[in-house]
């Protein structure tokens, strides 16, 4: 991979850039895309030397300057940026976003429809924890999600999840985006439960239910939510060893 302070920069390695916003979080994507946007223009040919394209791809549409005399039908004197557009069901309208260059809006477009084609075009931001979970029991009791081992829950395992998702953790989180639930909630609500005086192995299987939720969640709601930090990982949970023994949490 070439060096990002080269004035080389080719346009394939920043669309290898570009595919590994695919792995980051909506946070992370965004300060990400700044930086390509930066180094893309910092590194690409100037536009005086490059013939000004004319024709957009379908469903993208140039944005020139306010002041190009592109407006007024003469020849382009700005570095236009490309507006890619897609129809979103969920959203029932359009989803725009601006690109400095035109493969960049072309390649958004195609990906979009691409998630479009399996109808899981959305913001992830949409799916709360409420949400996510019933939708993990009816798919789990549907048989199109498995347990760890790749086999059907069994219905005791499944009343277990389903118990301690509805009891516990959806009335607590169920209003939460899933991508915007933190270790530090959770791990605040062990401790809340704890208090409470639930067994460690009760807490421990609430936070198996958790998991499970965080686990599937490219399953529930598409393999374009990018799954940010698991934060059931690194929770410290009560050891099982009786149920008088107090851990003390940090809140
Ligand atoms: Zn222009």
Redesign the pocket.
Known sequence: MQHLSSNQTSPSTTAGLWRIVGCLTPEQTKRFEREIQLVASATLPAQSSVQ?RTRAAEGVR?R??LW????RDAA?????RWEAWVYSRKDRGKIRKTFPEHWEAKAWRHRQLELASVERLHAPSHHTLGETASLWVKMAQEGQLRNRSGRRYKPSALRTIEIDLRLRLVPSLGTKVMVGVTRADLQHLVGRWLSEGLSPSKIRSIVNAARVLWRDLDLLTGPDDPLLVDPTRGLRLPASIGRHQRIRYPR
């Open positions: 000004p140039v020139h300057s190009c005399p592109a407006r382009c004197g700005c570095s236009p």
